[in-house]
């Protein structure tokens, strides 16, 4: 089964047919280098989390977007599900060799439900709503959903020295349509698909590799992604 996997993910990675785009070039794998952390208060139901992103249309130097974000969690008491209030800030550029750029402020409100199959699936399912303030555009609304699985190859958690297969998908749903001046957005904003390995560093500290296929209402494109899981 490990064999099969990880030639699966391989496939994944170098195998994934793009189509092509007068704008962007698709067939070009991009990279997203990111950190993902987060703190409880001690004896308290409240915790900061938070990422940086810092994603390329190539493997580094042309800049995609920056992402700077941050949020309160707060736990319910006898209950698995995290409640996060956050807010992002976003710096999107443009492909190729223009150095124009966007900004946007984003405030979101965030459920994460973690679940389980058998022994060793474990699940995440997060729902988010973001209210989107994008330069030169009106305020809209966005939802998303994502399903995180992961499964470990050599032992039945993921704690230190778990070396294990990471999966996702996320669908994006655009709330208002209109954006000003006569311009609108589809209702679907974009899905991502992601595969990659992992490895629990430690029990708090877990790396992964691998590639996420983006596609979006006009262009489709492939990111490999290096990220760091920290729990402080």
């Known amino acids: ?14 195998s994934i047919p793009t189509q092509s785009s007068a704008q962007v070039d698709e067939s070009q794998y991009g990279a997203w280098y990111m950190y993902f ?58 492909f190729g060799d223009s150095d124009a750029k966007t900004t946007e402020s984003r405030i979101y409100q965030e459920a994460l439900l973690p679940g389980q199959i058998g022994q060793r699936i474990f699940l995440k ?18 939802y998303r959903y994502n399903l995180f699985v992961n499964i470990p190859f050599n032992q039945a958690n993921l704690d230190q020295g778990a070396v294990y297969l990471a999966l996702y998908n996320e669908l994006f749903i655009n709330g208002e349509r209109s954006i000003g001046e006569g311009r609108s957005v589809e209702l679907f904003d974009r899905n991502r698909s992601y595969a990659a390995l992992g490895y629990s560093i ?27 899981h920290h729990s402080l």
């Open 202 to 228: 430690k029990n708090n500290l877990k790396v992964q590799f691998g590639v996420m296929r983006q596609i979006t209402d006009n262009i489709s494109k492939n990111q490999l992604q290096l990220s760091l």
């Open 1 to 14: 089964m490990r064999i099969s996997l990880l030639t699966l993910l391989t496939l994944i990675l170098f």
């Open 125 to 142: 399912h997060r729902f988010r709503y973001e209210q989107r303030f994008v330069e030169n555009q009106d305020f809209r609304t966005r």
């Open 37 to 94: 952390w987060n703190t409880d208060f001690k004896e308290s139901k409240f915790g900061l989390q938070g990422d940086v992103q810092y994603r390329n249309w190539d493997l580094g130097g042309d800049l995609e977007q920056l992402l700077l974000r941050g949020g309160v969690t707060y736990q319910p008491e006898n209950t698995d599900l995290l409640l996060t209030l956050g807010y992002g800030h976003i710096t999107t550029g443009t």
